[in-house]
């Protein structure tokens, strides 16, 4: 499987930004991931095939959104509301498998990962 990310930009503070990331297969999992500038890579949110349980990191629920479209292969992150704290290369991953609960949320959860895609958030 291969993942190709897209949509990322600059954007105005308190502004909304749609990142897709589109995968060559149907892996169970996908998730996104970011990494600020001298700062390591962090997780966002993730979201899985069937059913579509959805989890995001705590200081991001309520302004991001994960979802997936029907046939499972393209995993959209909705951003709103962001900050200038937002500003990251974001990062696509994903993982054929289930990943056990206690590594959702970490780098090492995940196998295959997508070219990063840079979001800027400035005036």
């Known amino acids: 499987v291969q993942l190709q990310a897209f949509g990322g930009g600059l954007v105005q503070p308190g502004g909304s930004l749609r990142l897709s990331c589109v995968a060559s297969?149907?892996?169970?999992?996908m998730g996104w991931f970011r990494q600020a500038p001298g700062k390591e890579r962090e997780f966002v949110s993730a979201?899985?095939?069937?059913?579509?349980?959805?989890y995001y990191a705590d200081s991001l629920k309520g302004r991001f959104t994960i979802s997936r479209d029907s046939a499972s292969t393209t995993v959209y992150l909705q951003m709103n509301s962001l900050s200038p704290e937002d500003t990251a290369v974001y990062y696509c991953?994903?993982?054929?498998?289930?990943?056990?609960?206690?590594?959702?949320?970490?780098?090492?959860?995940?196998?295959?990962w997508g070219q990063g895609t840079q979001v800027t958030v400035s005036s």
């Open positions: 991953a994903a993982r054929n498998g289930r990943i056990i609960s206690s590594y959702m949320k970490r780098v090492e959860g995940y196998d295959i």
């Open positions: 297969g149907r892996p169970y999992s």
């Open positions: 979201i899985t095939s069937s059913p579509r349980l959805t």
